[in-house]
């Protein structure tokens, strides 16, 4: 799909003189090369947003949203001036830690299916040279965007169908230095209005469970690293992440990942970003538990494991550990199963 | 999109996506609810094809009511979940606001304080992900579902209503009217006299 309308603005911070008046916008012609640079940005959207995302509901329960609005209007009616009103509101969400900002507004229609890109470059520092016959003319300009065509935000939405297509997209972040999953709140919560579209526990719930039932299915080595990673979650609570991230920064095994991802009810699920709850974890993942060849058995609280008991490998052939841990005795009794 | 275009395009995507979608939704809601107390029952269902082409075909104002109903009607998987006390409904619409992600919610009650009627937590929501496997058409696959949440006499009340009295073709008398009230009045006094009991019988009513 091409772009079919390209309009471009000058977003100022809210609380500076220039960010009170209207925001200045211009339409882009489809040619020429800046054209074929916005138009990579619009066809690699689809494979750069990857986290998806929902617009909220009114605090009155309804089905109206006052980003969700300026984007429809927009795709009605893609004019510098419907644009200009999502210009104004991303105007009226920007800081001066954001600073200013070149906006672009993409759509590409085709065969009844609209896709509206929008996207954020932020303003730039740069010398400029400029070469006369003699002498050379040194200026420092502080309006530079895409110096770096990696660095923005952008938001997809895409559909054919403006009643359900158009609750729900994707984002991308390439300015934080951190894993994608981490995003500006004011791009996704501010701007758009929106939250992830799993939310915290149900994400949370998805993951631990999966972990949990990973330990019962998993061969042995790859059982090991799923009960580290159970106790070591507890760093990421309160981050957002996805279950494949959260995999790959506890460097599991591709075997331990495929445990995990194979108890998930639906695999395709392991991208979605989400905040990791303490309370949600806990409850599903509640207990590990170590049984050695010998009969015995270790148990404790998920997030408290590696604390508790000190693991020591003593041969890497027989794969022997001894496990030891100091505390006061508070209860001991016989239990008539075996847990 | 001709009336048989559509029904035709409904029979499909009830066979092949709804009825499934239904069935799972119905498990994950169970699993997700399982701890909670005062719980009848939980179930989900497909909208049939015939209330569907019901609803596609209302009118409003003299002109359809739906310019695109696949994708305008968003009860095509309905959800109940049944509860013992009206303080369980608001403690249940916490629980799914914590795990689905909502485009409305609405508090159903009469229009004004002297009538009775239907009341309800009702919600539209996102069909979760979890249960919306590869093996379904994804052109069948609807965005969302309705949920409502409502107390054991609502349930029994809005049924009876719903089979006897709901009827677009059917005028009720006035004697007829009344005694629709009443039962709706009764239905309301139960759950107010049940809800102060347990209150006052149960240390906890929703954990």
Sequence with gaps: ?339 | MTNGELQELYLARYAQALRPLAERLENHLRELFATKPHIDRISARPKSPERFIQKASKLEAGSLRYSDPINQIQDQIGARIVAFYTSDRDALAAVVKDYFAPIEEKQIIPDTPDRFGYEGKHFVLFLPADIVTADIPAQHVPTFFELQIQTLFQHAWGEANHDLAYKPFLDLTSDQQRKVAFTAAQAWGADLIFQELAADLLQTVVA
């Design chain 1, 1 to 339: 799909m091409h772009i079919t309308t390209l309009h471009s603005y000058l977003v100022h911070p809210h609380n500076t003189p220039a960010g009170t008046a209207d925001t200045p916008g211009a339409t882009i012609p489809l040619s020429g090369t800046l054209f074929h640079m916005l138009n990579a940005v619009f066809d690699k959207s689809d494979k750069e947003c990857t986290i998806p995302i929902r617009f909220l509901m009114s605090s009155e329960g309804e089905q109206s949203n006052p980003a969700r609005d300026l984007v429809l209007a927009f795709l009605a009616s893609p004019t510098l001036k419907a644009g200009r009103s999502l210009a104004n509101r991303l105007r009226d969400c920007t800081t001066m830690k954001s600073g200013l900002g070149l906006l672009f507004l993409m759509i590409g229609k085709e065969n009844g299916m609209a896709k509206l890109v929008v996207s954020r470059f932020p303003a730039e520092e740069g010398i400029l040279a400029e070469e006369a016959k003699t002498t050379l003319k040194i200026e420092f300009i502080e309006r530079i965007f895409m110096k770096n065509a990696a660095s923005y935000k952008a938001a997809l939405y895409q559909g054919d169908a403006p009643d359900a297509d158009f609750w729900s997209g994707f984002v991308v972040d390439r300015q934080l230095n951190q894993s994608s999953d981490q995003i500006a709140n004011y791009w996704i919560t501010d701007f758009l209005a929106s939250d992830f579209k799993t939310t915290s526990k149900a994400g949370t719930r998805r993951l631990s469970i999966a972990l949990r039932e990973a330990t019962h299915a998993a061969p042995l080595a790859a059982k090991q690293e799923i009960v580290a990673a159970i106790a070591l979650a507890k760093g990421m609570f309160g981050k957002s992440l996805s279950i494949v991230s959260f995999l790959q920064q506890l460097s599991l095994s591709d075997e331990a990942q495929a445990a995990v991802i194979a108890r998930l009810p639906n695999p395709d699920t392991i991208g979605e970003t989400f905040i990791l709850d303490p309370e949600e974890f806990i409850e599903n993942a509640p207990l590990a538990m170590v049984e050695l060849d010998t009969g015995g058995i270790m148990l404790a609280p998920s997030d408290k494991f590696e604390a508790t008991f000190e693991r020591e490998l003593l041969d890497q052939v027989t794969h022997k550990f001894r496990f030891s841990t100091v505390g006061r005795v508070i209860d001991e009794r016989l239990r008539g199963r075996r847990p």
